[in-house]
């Protein structure tokens, strides 16, 4: 069996959805732009390259990994789009490994991407009336118990009750992510891995961005705990604004 190893990685850095450096930039091009770095860094031929596996959530459909791959000259790459939500990127990388080590693959760029800021909305007539109304493909039944929108229930709330988690236990685990990414930008610890892109306003101008956008400097247990939770209506309802993931655009290989 094939061991699987990673030769490189490249990331650009995050940007805040709707209102940060990257609320106009597509999942395409930051797609790209990430394979095409990460197979620049690892020194191999592009033309080696078996497969390219790519995490993707609430796109619109298509496969962002082939669409990178023609993009880069990689014709005959076939491309594999996950949809595993906030854990897309990670399986495809567990993906990628798994095909190495199986032996089906020998080369293969693996990551994710999410452009929260330009993710397309479909339509829908709601069911009953002529009225047309926004639509987002479900990722299972719609219940009470599990909301097929609703992350913060499906994957937040059912998982702190499993694990017995309070409402303290998540802001203190917030506040340290946070503190932990502001001493990472400020100590230089991103810096290999991201590669700074340049970025077009919309008045024409360009700048550089490389330094991540989301976390912030100025939170604290206070301010966490001053949030309101997501679900008022649910006795003890412990996520909200603060201990649950962002919305970001960026995107890693």
């Known amino acids: 069996m094939a061991d699987a190893v990673i030769v490189s990685t490249a990331r650009t850095a995050i940007g805040t959805a709707f209102k940060g450096s990257l609320n106009d930039v597509d999942g395409l091009e930051l797609a790209t732009r990430a394979v095409g770095e990460a197979v620049a860094r690892s020194g191999v031929d592009p033309a080696r390259v078996d497969d390219v596996v790519l995490g993707e959530a609430l796109?619109?459909?298509?496969?962002?990994?082939?669409?990178?791959?023609?993009?880069?000259?990689?014709?005959?790459?076939?491309?594999?789009?996950?949809?595993?939500?906030?854990?897309?990127?990670?399986?495809?990388?567990?993906?990628?490994?798994?095909?190495?080590?199986?032996?089906?693959?020998?080369?293969?760029?693996?990551?994710?991407?999410?452009?929260?800021?330009?993710?397309?909305?479909?339509?829908?007539?709601?069911?009953g009336t002529d009225d047309w109304d926004e639509w987002m493909s479900p990722t299972h039944r719609d219940s009470p118990e599990a909301p097929n929108l609703d992350m913060s229930i499906t994957v937040g709330w059912n998982a702190a009750v499993e694990a017995g988690l309070t409402r303290e236990d998540l802001d203190a685990w917030a506040?340290?992510?946070?503190?932990?990414?502001?001493?990472?930008?400020?100590?230089?610890?991103?810096?290999?891995?991201?590669?700074?892109?340049?970025?077009?306003?919309?008045?024409?101008?360009?700048?550089?961005?490389?330094?991540?956008?989301?976390?912030?400097?100025?939170?604290?247990?206070?301010?966490?705990?001053?949030l309101k939770p997501l679900h008022p209506e649910i006795e003890g309802f412990s996520i909200t604004a603060g201990n649950a993931a962002g919305m970001n655009d960026g995107a890693a290989a």
Do not use: K, W
């Not at 897309?88 to 929260?116: K, P």
């Not at 810096?191 to 490389?210: L, Q």
């Not at 991540?212 to 206070?222: A, I, K, V």
């Open 59 to 127: 796109y619109g459909g298509g496969d962002l990994a082939r669409y990178a791959a023609t993009e880069l000259g990689m014709d005959a790459v076939p491309g594999v789009a996950h949809n595993r939500h906030c854990a897309s990127g990670l399986a495809a990388v567990a993906t990628a490994a798994g095909s190495i080590r199986s032996d089906m693959d020998r080369i293969v760029v693996a990551g994710g991407v999410q452009a929260s800021s330009t993710s397309p909305r479909a339509m829908r007539r709601v069911p």
């Open 175 to 226: 506040l340290r992510s946070h503190q932990r990414a502001v001493a990472g930008i400020d100590n230089g610890a991103f810096a290999d891995e991201i590669f700074p892109i340049e970025v077009t306003r919309r008045d024409g101008t360009t700048f550089e961005f490389a330094v991540d956008e989301h976390p912030r400097r100025d939170t604290s247990m206070e301010r966490l705990a001053g």
